[in-house]
């Protein structure tokens, strides 16, 4: 299983995604981070990056802190 670290930069002017090597990420988002919206946008930028399905990623940390881990399947 491969393991993905984000810092998540929620509630941002423009949504952006910078891959510092090959399992971090620091990614922008554009929606706020209530009601899990900001977590959600966050899957699904590190999923089109990656080229895969939302569905294949995991949110394997406590999802309000800005240091996320996703788990691949």
Known sequence: MTKYFVKAKPGAKHAKLEQEDETHFVIAVTE?????????????????????APSRLQLISNPVWKQKIFELD
């Open 32 to 52: 706020p981070p209530v009601e899990g919206k900001a977590n959600a946008a966050i899957t699904r930028a590190l999923a089109e990056h990656l080229n895969i």
